[in-house]
C-alpha cells in the first residue's frame, strides 16, 4: 500500500505518507509511515511496522513502533487506512497513538492505493 496527502484533523490540517508492503501471507512487513501536523509541526515517524491487516480490498490496519517529532520519544500507532478509489477524493487516513486519540479522516489532498497480491 502506498499513500501520502493531507487530512483534516481535529489539530487542523495533518499531511502523512505511508508505503508497506508484504511480499508473502505471513512474510516480512516493511515500509514506512508518518504523519505532521501543520499547525505545530508535530508527528510521528515509523521505526518498525508490525502488522499489516488487510481488512477489505479498501480497508487497512498498519501497526507499529514509531518516534515522535520532534522529541523522539518511543510510542506505538495504529493506522486506518482507507481507500476508496483513484483520485483519492474518498480516501480516508485516521491514526492513534498509546498516547492519545484518534487523528484524522477524509483526504483533501492526495490519494491512497491499497493492492491485493494474489
Given at each position: 500500500?502506498?499513500?501520502?496527502?493531507?487530512?483534516?484533523?481535529?489539530?487542523?490540517?495533518?499531511?502523512?505518507?505511508?508505503?508497506?508492503?508484504?511480499?508473502?501471507?505471513?512474510?516480512?512487513?516493511?515500509?514506512?509511515?508518518?504523519?505532521?501536523?501543520?499547525?505545530?509541526?508535530?508527528?510521528?515517524?515509523?521505526?518498525?511496522?508490525?502488522?499489516?491487516?488487510?481488512?477489505?480490498?479498501?480497508?487497512?490496519?498498519?501497526?507499529?513502533?514509531?518516534?515522535?517529532?520532534?522529541?523522539?520519544?518511543?510510542?506505538?500507532?495504529?493506522?486506518?487506512?482507507?481507500?476508496?478509489?483513484?483520485?483519492?477524493?474518498?480516501?480516508?487516513?485516521?491514526?492513534?497513538?498509546?498516547?492519545?486519540?484518534?487523528?484524522?479522516g477524509r483526504l483533501i489532498s492526495g490519494d491512497i492505493a491499497i493492492r491485493l497480491v494474489p
Amino acid at each position: 500500500m502506498v499513500g501520502s496527502g493531507t487530512t483534516e484533523s481535529a489539530l487542523g490540517p495533518m499531511d502523512f505518507s505511508v508505503s508497506v508492503s508484504r511480499a508473502t501471507t505471513g512474510g516480512l512487513i516493511t515500509g514506512s509511515l508518518s504523519k505532521t501536523l501543520r499547525s505545530n509541526s508535530r508527528g510521528l515517524r515509523s521505526t518498525e511496522i508490525t502488522e499489516l491487516v488487510v481488512i477489505s480490498a479498501n480497508h487497512a490496519i498498519v501497526e507499529g513502533r514509531c518516534a515522535k517529532i520532534p522529541s523522539g520519544e518511543p510510542r506505538t500507532f495504529q493506522a486506518n487506512i482507507f481507500d476508496f478509489g483513484a483520485g483519492g477524493t474518498k480516501d480516508s487516513f485516521l491514526i492513534s497513538t498509546n498516547d492519545g486519540g484518534q487523528l484524522g479522516g477524509r483526504l483533501i489532498s492526495g490519494d491512497i492505493a491499497i493492492r491485493l497480491v494474489p
